[in-house]
C-alpha cells in the first residue's frame, strides 16, 4: 500500500521555539485518519506543512510522494479546509463555485454544485452571510471539487453546534466512500473516534507520540492496576505511557510487546480514547515546574 | 432494506454492531437470501462513519458466507440463518405476548420481566448442564 503522506524527522521552529519537531509518520492510502493534540501541539503547523503552505526548518514531508511546497503537480491532488472554514465572505457560493474552476486545474463543478443543491445552500446568497454549520458544507465542497486523493481539514467541526457538525461529519464520510480519497483530519473531539477513523496520530508537545492503525493501537496496549510500582521491569511491556500512583496501588497504562501474565497484575482493556488521553496527559511536569521555579 | 443504529456507548466495535444487526434481521427474517444490503457509502453518510469500517463488517459477513459483494452492483444476502423456525417463531410470539399482558398486569416492570427472563435462563442452563453430566 503507497503512503499518502510521510514525514521524516519534521520539524517547524517560530524563532527559537520548535513548535514541531522529530515528526515521522507514515499515512497509508485510503485511511481515515485523526490528528489529535491539545492546542499548541502543532496540530496546524503539521497540516500547513503537508500542504507546502509552510517549509520545513527539519527533516522532510513528503505528500503523495514529493514534497508539496510549490510543486502544482502535488497540490492538484490535495485538498485542504484550513480552520474554521475560511471563505471569501462577500463571494456566493456560487460565484466561488466558478472561481475553483478557474483556479484549478481538476475541477468537477456538477459536483460541488449537486452537493450544495443537496444540502440546500443558497447560491447567490454572500457565504459571509449564511450559518457556520452552512459555510463550512461550502468549504467542503470546493475542496471535494478539485476530486483530491488526499484531503485534509484543519479543525473543521470546531466552532460548529452539534447539529451542523454532524452534517459535517455525515457529508464527509459519504463523500469519503465514493471518492476513496484518503482524509487527515484534525480534531479535539475523542469521543466517537473509534467510528470516525482507521488511523490516529497522536502530537502533544510538538513531537507525534503515536502513529498506527487504530486495530494495532487498541490491541497493543493495555491499562494495568496493581500493587505501588517503582519502575521494575514488567514482563509483556514495552514502555509505560502513563503512570498514576497513590501509596499502595499503580495504575499504568502500557504498550505491550506479548502477554502480560504476572499475576500481581490486573489486566484491563482500554478504550482507544482513554489511550490517547495517556499519551496527551503525559506532559514535561520538571520542566514547567521548573520555568515556575517550584519543586515537582 | 435494513437500517443500521449503533449504541456509542457500548464497549463493542462498530463493525461488530453492524455484523450482530445483520445477523440478527436474518434470524428473524427481516433479511433473507438475496437480499441487498444498505450500500456502503449511505451506511457511512447515515452513520457519519468511516467507510472502511462498513467494508470490514461486509468482509466479515462475507467470510462467514453470509455475505458476497457484487462489484459495482452491492453486496447481498447469500443466505438466511432464520431456517425452519420462522412458522415456530409466530406462535412463540403470540404465546410471549399472552405472557407478557399477564405479567404486567402481575405488576412487573420491563426490567423486571428482562431480569426474570435472564435469570431464568441461566438457572435452565445450569439445570440441564447438571442433567447431562455424567453421573
Not at chain 1, 64 to 78: D, E, F, Q, R
Not at chain 1, 227 to 238: S, T, W, Y
Not at chain 1, 272 to 280: F, T
Not at chain 2, 87 to 113: H, T
Amino acid at each position: 500500500m503507497d503512503k499518502v503522506l510521510e514525514t521524516d524527522g519534521l520539524g517547524k521552529r517560530y524563532g527559537s521555539r520548535w513548535v514541531l519537531r522529530d515528526c515521522t509518520v507514515s499515512l497509508p492510502a485510503g485511511s481515515v485518519a485523526s490528528l489529535v493534540g491539545p492546542n499548541g501541539a502543532g496540530k496546524s503547523t503539521l497540516l500547513h506543512l503537508a500542504v507546502g503552505l509552510l517549509r520545513p526548518d527539519a527533516g522532510s514531508v513528503r505528500a503523495l510522494g514529493a514534497a508539496p511546497y510549490s510543486n502544482t503537480a502535488v497540490l492538484s491532488g490535495l485538498g485542504f479546509v484550513a480552520q474554521d472554514t475560511p471563505l471569501y465572505r462577500d463571494f456566493t457560493a456560487d460565484e466561488l463555485v466558478r472561481m475553483g474552476g478557474k483556479l484549478n486545474r481538476r475541477w468537477d463543478s456538477t459536483l460541488a454544485r449537486t452537493r450544495l443543491a443537496q444540502l440546500g445552500i443558497p447560491p447567490r446568497k454572500p457565504v459571509g452571510r449564511l450559518s457556520g454549520g452552512q459555510r463550512a458544507q461550502v468549504a467542503l465542497a470546493l475542496a471535494l471539487a478539485k476530486r483530491p486523493r488526499l484531503l485534509l481539514l484543519d479543525e473543521p467541526v470546531a466552532s460548529l453546534d452539534p447539529l451542523a457538525r454532524r452534517e459535517f461529519l455525515q457529508s464527509l464520510m459519504g463523500s469519503v466512500a465514493e471518492s476513496g480519497a484518503t482524509v487527515l483530519l484534525s480534531s479535539h473531539i475523542l469521543a466517537d473516534l473509534e467510528r470516525s477513523c482507521d488511523f490516529v496520530i497522536v502530537l502533544q508537545g510538538g513531537r507525534a507520540r503515536l502513529a498506527a492503525p487504530v486495530d494495532d493501537i487498541v490491541a497493543g496496549h493495555r491499562q494495568l492496576i496493581g500493587p505501588r510500582h517503582l519502575g521494575e521491569p514488567i514482563g509483556g511491556v514495552a514502555a509505560v505511557v502513563r503512570a498514576s500512583h497513590t501509596d499502595r496501588q499503580s495504575t499504568l497504562t502500557v504498550r505491550t510487546a506479548g502477554a502480560v501474565r504476572d499475576p500481581m497484575w490486573t489486566v484491563r482493556e482500554p478504550t482507544l480514547e482513554e489511550i490517547i488521553l495517556a499519551y496527551l496527559a503525559e506532559r514535561d511536569a520538571e520542566a514547567s515546574h521548573e520555568a515556575w521555579g517550584v519543586s515537582a | 432494506m435494513i437500517e443500521f443504529v449503533l449504541d456509542g456507548r457500548s464497549k463493542v466495535n462498530t463493525y461488530v454492531q453492524l455484523v450482530q444487526q445483520v445477523k440478527q434481521a436474518l434470524r428473524v427474517g427481516l433479511l433473507s437470501a438475496g437480499d441487498q444490503l444498505p450500500k456502503v457509502r449511505d451506511v457511512a453518510q447515515s452513520l457519519a462513519i468511516n467507510p472502511n469500517t462498513v467494508l470490514k463488517a461486509y468482509r466479515e459477513l462475507e467470510l462467514e458466507g453470509l455475505a458476497e459483494g457484487r462489484p459495482g452492483v452491492g453486496t447481498f444476502v447469500r443466505r438466511s440463518l432464520a431456517g425452519d423456525t420462522l412458522a415456530d417463531q409466530a406462535e412463540l410470539r403470540e404465546e410471549l405476548i399472552g405472557w407478557l399482558r399477564r405479567s404486567r398486569a402481575a405488576g412487573l416492570s420491563d426490567e423486571d420481566v428482562l431480569a426474570l427472563v435472564e435469570t431464568t435462563m441461566r438457572a435452565q442452563r445450569q439445570a440441564e448442564a447438571l442433567q447431562s453430566e455424567p453421573a
